[in-house]
């Protein structure tokens, strides 16, 4: 009789096992599902059954792996915590997606201090569905407090029945590898930076495998080298510091997230960007409609980049964040201007902006998180007191997703149900905002004056948001008669401008092509040379 008791004692515990395990699983699967869903337009995507079978594979497969090491030696504690690590990284990749179609890399350890930047905007892309995260996390938490499923330690044969289904259930990418005679290995930690990217990865192998290819790309970013010696043939591109100087005034205006299509153009008979229209009618503006960004992880910082140096971006993280204390060459370094001075709407630490400002060759920076009106009224109030000549950049904010602050300050009227009703309200205000800019910009000086408003990186994920347009207005006017605007990327704007400022002879052209002279090329492997130039801090030895 004691017996048959205690082996249907084991028989109950060996159900509870099983039904805990499998509860685990289906709680962790579904959360990866989850994520799938979240990141997929289904309306663009075409999955095959061989495909649907594939992926739901994976994701089982990947789930059974965490689950086992769960539970070879189960405490409820442990369980707990892995659940809540995922959903943290869930979450978090779910908000980077929202704001920048793009999911988290290793690299944006380097932006971590730029939350402060995001007051306001992450709530915003909260969904209530993501509540289904936490309310898994709570039913699990549930269930390990019922007494039955306090056992430690779960069977042998459990966890080989686990490892045995998690290899089967890739038979699937097997078979598809041996087919297509290529190695798949979804733990390779280099594997999406040669296939179709973070998004394709993810989807494919799960939001969990994606975490595990970043921590074990850790290697790869402490291991980054930079070169110390480069010896490389910049052509004609790189002469001998000179002395000439540009007197021109210079405004350079970088308006958040502007794409090309909003300018120029009529959007339910509305005017979005009236009065850069306006500056666009005059006969001495250049205007190239379609320029191609080059921004990577820094974003407006990145922006700043390309448009002071003629750099590019470094491949691997945020330039900003690990060149901060590099020497570059720049317009405002170019410039004979006393007066050279940023103003940016957000505090001096987001994106090392008061470490780059002068790096950039400016002398003063202006950052405060205020509203791009009064940001335009104080860079208005310190040009007008000018004396002398001045170089000024400004940054905007408004356009910034997710579209919510300043769009009700917007003059005109969309339909409500327009998606992008909220982005073209917000442009419409900065364009208000930039009014008296132009108009002061158009009156006659004692000396010329050049006005630049360009979009910083486009934001909308449309099949229309992939550019951002170049405005160059110069009182003395601007000789187009015999440019090249043919395939404009954004490192070509630096040095067209240095050419409008009269610097031909300073020392850096830039990577780019000045498109008011249709000779004009770009360097090979831009995108390398400059990596390389500014991973060596290039510049300061040649400064030295």
């Not at 699983?25 to 599902?33: D, G, T």
């Not at 299509?261 to 190239?288: A, C, H, K, Q, Y």
């Not at 410039?335 to 790096?359: C, E, G, H, I, L």
Request: net charge negative; hydrophobic share 45%; proline share 3%.
């Amino acid at each position: 009789m004691k017996e048959k008791l205690l082996l249907r004692n084991i028989d109950n515990q060996n159900v509870s096992q099983i039904i805990l395990f499998v509860s685990f699983v289906l709680i962790f699967l579904s959360k990866n599902i989850y994520f799938f869903f979240c990141i997929t337009d289904f309306t663009q995507l075409n999955l095959s059954s061989m495909s649907v079978i594939r992926i739901l594979s994976t994701y089982t497969a990947f789930a059974l792996i965490i689950s086992t090491i769960c539970f070879i030696y189960y405490r409820r504690i442990v369980s707990w915590i892995i659940l809540i690590i995922t959903d943290c990284w869930i979450l978090a990749n779910l908000l980077y997606y929202r704001s920048y179609h793009d999911l988290l890399s290793i690299w944006s350890i380097d932006s971590v201090n730029q939350l402060q930047l995001y007051d306001g905007i992450i709530f915003p892309y909260c969904r209530l569905s993501d509540l289904f995260l936490i309310l898994t996390t709570l039913l699990w938490v549930c269930i390990t407090y019922i007494p039955r499923f306090r056992k430690k330690i779960i069977t042998r044969n459990l966890a080989i029945i686990a490892l045995t289904s998690a290899v089967v259930f890739f038979v699937p990418w097997t078979f598809m590898a041996y087919r297509s005679k290529n190695i798949i290995n979804p733990f390779n930690p280099y594997y999406h930076d040669v296939s179709m990217g973070r998004m394709w990865y993810a989807r494919t192998f799960s939001v969990t495998a994606h975490g595990f290819n970043e921590l074990l790309a850790l290697p790869k970013r402490w291991g980054d080298k930079t070169d110390k010696e480069v010896i490389i043939d910049l052509q004609d591109r790189l002469v001998a510091h000179t002395s000439v100087k540009s007197d021109c005034d210079v405004v350079i205006v970088l308006f958040e997230s502007l794409e090309s299509w909003v300018v120029d153009t009529t959007i339910f008979e509305s005017n979005i960007t009236e009065n850069i229209n306006r500056l666009i009618r005059e006969p001495n503006t250049l205007f190239i409609k379609d320029v191609v960004p080059q921004v990577k992880m820094g974003r407006s910082a990145d922006a700043q980049l390309i448009t002071f140096t003629g750099l590019l971006p470094v491949d691997q993280g945020i330039t900003c964040m690990r060149y901060m204390n590099n020497a570059y060459p720049s317009l405002a370094e170019a410039s004979s201007a006393s007066f050279r001075k940023v103003y940016v709407p957000t505090s001096p630490s987001a994106w090392n902006q008061d470490a780059m400002t002068y790096s950039f060759g400016f002398q003063e920076l202006y950052a405060e998180e205020v509203s791009d009106r009064v940001i335009c009224d104080k860079l208005m109030k310190d040009i007008m007191a000018q004396d002398s000549s001045f170089f000024v950049m400004m940054t905007t904010m408004a356009s910034h997703v997710p579209f919510e602050t300043y769009s009700d300050s917007s003059d005109i009227i969309l339909p409500t149900k327009y998606q992008h009703a909220k982005y073209l309200q917000s442009v419409n205000y900065t364009d208000a905002c930039l009014k008296p800019l132009i108009d002061y910009c158009l009156k006659e000086k004692e000396r010329p004056i050049l006005l630049v408003i360009t979009g910083d990186h486009t934001t909308l994920d449309t099949p229309m948001s992939n550019s951002v347009p170049f405005i160059m207005y110069c009182s003395e006017g601007v000789d187009i008669s015999d440019g090249n605007m043919k395939e404009t990327l954004q490192m070509d704007i630096y040095p067209t401008i240095l050419n409008a400022m009269g610097c031909d002879e300073y020392y850096w052209k830039g990577l780019g092509r000045n498109c008011l002279d249709s000779s004009a090329v770009r360097i090979n492997n831009a995108e390398e040379l400059s990596n390389q130039l500014i991973k060596s801090n290039f510049f300061y030895m040649n400064n030295e």
